[in-house]
């Protein structure tokens, strides 16, 4: 095969590709850099005075108010133990709602005169920052030309050091707020939310005789799955380069049918930069477990263990920063788009969600007898309830423009949201919305037919992978949230949506038992209740059938298809005030949440649009062109020669140009249409005027792949993207 003097040299690049060399002692021992890097409790303890100690524990574990007394010693601990490991700089690391991560870099040395420098960093310094706001997505909260922004330590998210080639920086995780408190960032709303849920689960435990306990607190486990390509057939490609997307491509002609490339051997190549990635995330104490080929060629997957929300949503974003650079390492790009390819599996970013605390564990372990365990039932029912009442809401904290290529696709959950329990559960709950539960499906055995193999354990039931939110054994994982975005904003929808229940929960059994019913019965007459009343959001079929959305409009579910179907769901009188009630957000920041949202739609897809254009138009159509003439030429010297030529492939060829010259000026028109004024009317034409132009454009773009000589063709194809790692 011959390619284009671009896509030849990539190939050839990639063909001569060298692995790094190893960047560490072969004596180095896994466990012992667990950490390394991470301002830790057992940090604290061997370097802060005891009672200060004492006082960061107690806000960590149990919640309490962080004393402002303490933070210069800490502050001057942090920095000792910092300077020790090279760094020479500190940055509040924040999560403006870019959804990405930032930070600004101080140097912790100041002069004092006659040339020396002194090393200063001040409790006042690691409490507050104030880096420019102005030019991060607001909403509408702040004007443009006001700059005042704050950054507050979180101290339930540990510092870090980050290291460089070149220098070390000190990373102190903290929100980002205006000058009225107001958050313009992820973390704030998502510590306000676990806050809340924290105290109506507490409330909850109380009835059921739990007190004096440490503070109760969301779980996550978020599993990241990506696709890596190598970097010369990435920068080759505009789309991925700007977009990371293609927004051309055919498929190849062997894709992910034959289901071989799921938990397949890891390449070399690959399995050399998962060890790489995973020793940095252990140095920064990223509890990285599993790691295995996913169902694309080209796409792999990463599971962390649980952590509390903030941090596991801190180091999700610390994670895609990491890989990134590491795999430029590599010489490869990581893609994080949730469908970097047409017709190729996409990417989600499932989060395993549970809450509890040390002492109780997740309070969604169901035990042996879940029938019995009314503690679990209540949780669970808890869950229920939230799912059915919020779906909305749920659906709308993972719209996206990227995202919206991939839900309701055969490979991930549908726009319809809805819990599946699996056969134990729903048996549980099926009993109690006729009265007591009296009986739980066992665990069954499995036995294999080898005499030399075990006897295997089976659960009392299986994993439905279409739901949106399944409960998987010990917690319930939301598998709607796309690869690229951050945890952060659907654990706040999650923890405010189950403080709303658990709320309900613990005011209804309070009152109930006040009014002298036994305890155990209210319980019972609660989880009849929301079962009956909330149960038609439980489905355990096929999540992709073609049935399960007329049954679900049946049931009044909503099917939310797109971004902006969903986004409008945020300032519902009934969402605000359930934000509000629970101090998560006021009705301001709900406001500005709805109109990022549209924003960054109407952003993505008019990037996506001019990018189409324009290697459509200066790429693709001169490719074409010229085989087009090629073809002319030679079908003029047959018919010069006497000699009949057959037209077809001239005929095909000139139509599917035409095609998309036609599709080029219809977009070009799209572009510069007026798309109105405001946040929607801009999205409603991104969705409207763009993305159809576009449709187009790539149908004819390739249509025109199959069929133009290669050695023409100017893009890396998905067959040398996928499949030359």
């Known amino acids: 095969m011959t390619a284009n003097t671009t896509r030849r040299r990539a190939i050839e690049q990639v063909e001569a590709y060298v692995p790094p060399p190893v960047s560490f002692a072969a004596t180095e021992v896994p466990g012992e850099i667990y950490g390394a890097n991470v301002f830790s409790k057992t940090v604290m303890q061997q370097r802060l005075p005891k009672s200060v100690y004492r006082s960061v524990i107690a806000t960590i574990e149990r919640g309490a108010r962080l004393d402002p007394l303490v933070a210069d010693a800490v502050a001057s601990a942090m920095k000792d133990w910092a300077i020790e490991k090279g760094a020479t700089h500190y940055a509040h690391v924040f999560y403006p709602l870019t959804g990405l991560t930032a930070e600004k870099h101080d140097s912790f040395f100041e002069p004092v005169g006659d040339g020396a420098t002194l090393a200063e960093f001040a409790g006042k310094t690691l409490v507050q920052g104030e880096p420019d706001a102005s030019s991060f997505p607001n909403g509408g909260l702040r004007n443009t030309f006001e700059a005042r922004g704050y950054t507050g330590w979180d101290v339930t998210s540990p510092a870090y050091v980050l290291e460089n080639p070149n220098g070390n920086t000190l990373c102190i995780p903290t929100v980002f707020v205006s000058m009225t408190g107001e958050a313009l960032d992820h973390k704030t709303p998502l510590l306000r939310s676990q806050q809340a849920m924290g105290e109506q689960a507490e ?49 190849p002609p062997k894709g992910q049918e034959f289901d071989d490339h799921y938990f397949g051997a890891i390449p070399e190549r690959v399995l050399g930069f998962m060890m790489d990635t995973e020793r940095e995330l252990f140095k920064l104490g990223i509890p990285a477990k599993t790691r295995h080929n996913e169902v694309a060629p080209g796409q792999f997957e990463i599971a962390p263990m649980f952590e509390r929300g903030n941090i596991a949503s801190d180091h999700q974003q610390l994670l895609m920063t990491t890989f990134k650079s590491v795999a430029k390492k590599h010489g490869m790009e990581i893609l994080f788009h949730e469908k970097p390819f047409a017709g190729v599996n996409g990417s989600g970013k499932h989060v395993n969600f549970s809450l509890g605390n040390s002492e109780l564990g997740s309070l969604f372990v169901p035990g042996d007898n879940p029938h019995d365990n009314a503690q679990f039932l209540v949780f669970c029912a808890a869950v229920i309830r939230a799912v059915h009442l919020y779906s909305g809401l749920l659906r709308a904290s993972v719209a996206s423009a990227s995202n919206d290529h991939r839900l309701g696709a055969n490979e991930a959950p549908p726009a319809i949201i809805s819990i599946f329990l699996g056969d134990q559960l729903a048996d549980i709950f099926a009993q109690i919305a006729k009265g007591p539960a009296t009986s739980s499906k066992g665990k069954g055995s499995m036995t294999i037919g080898v005499d030399t193999l075990p006897v295997l354990p089976t659960d009392p039931g299986d994993r439905n992978r279409t739901s949106p939110f399944a409960f998987t054994g010990n917690r319930f994982e939301f598998r709607a949230p796309g690869s690229l975005q951050t945890v952060a904003a659907p654990m706040t929808t999650i923890n405010t949506i189950m403080a709303d229940s658990l709320d309900h929960i613990a005011t209804t059994l309070e009152a109930d038992v006040a009014a002298g019913t036994d305890f155990d019965a209210a319980v019972q007459a609660l989880l009849t209740e929301i079962i009956n009343e909330h149960g038609d959001v439980v489905f355990n079929g096929d999540g992709y059938s073609a049935e399960w959305p007329v049954e679900a409009e049946r049931r009044g579910l909503a099917n939310l298809r797109t971004t902006l179907d969903a986004l409008p769901e945020l300032v519902t009188e009934p969402a605000m005030a359930l934000f509000e009630k629970y101090r998560v957000f006021n009705h301001r920041e709900m406001h500005s949440r709805y109109e990022i949202g549209l924003e960054q739609y109407a952003l993505t897809i008019g990037v996506e649009a001019r990018l189409t254009l324009e290697v459509g138009g200066t790429a693709i159509l001169p490719a074409a062109v010229r085989y087009q003439t090629e073809l002319a030429q030679n079908v003029g010297a047959l018919t010069a020669a006497g000699i009949e030529p057959d037209r077809s492939a001239l005929e095909a060829l000139s139509a599917h140009v035409a095609e998309l010259r036609s599709g080029l000026q219809t977009l070009r028109a799209a572009l510069a249409a007026d798309p109105g004024h405001d946040a929607k009317s801009e999205a409603e034409h991104a969705r409207d005027g763009l993305l159809p132009a576009m449709t187009a454009v790539r149908a004819a773009a390739d249509a025109l792949e199959e069929i133009v000589a290669d050695d023409l063709w100017p893009l890396p194809t998905y067959q040398e993207m996928l499949y030359i790692l």
């Open 203 to 251: 409330r909850v435990l109380a009835l059921f005789g739990h007190t004096d306990l440490n503070h109760v607190v969301s779980f996550c486990g978020p599993e990241q799955e990506y696709f890596l390509v190598d970097r010369h057939f990435f920068l080759a490609r505009p789309d991925l380069l700007n977009a990371g997307r293609t927004l051309f491509g055919t498929k």
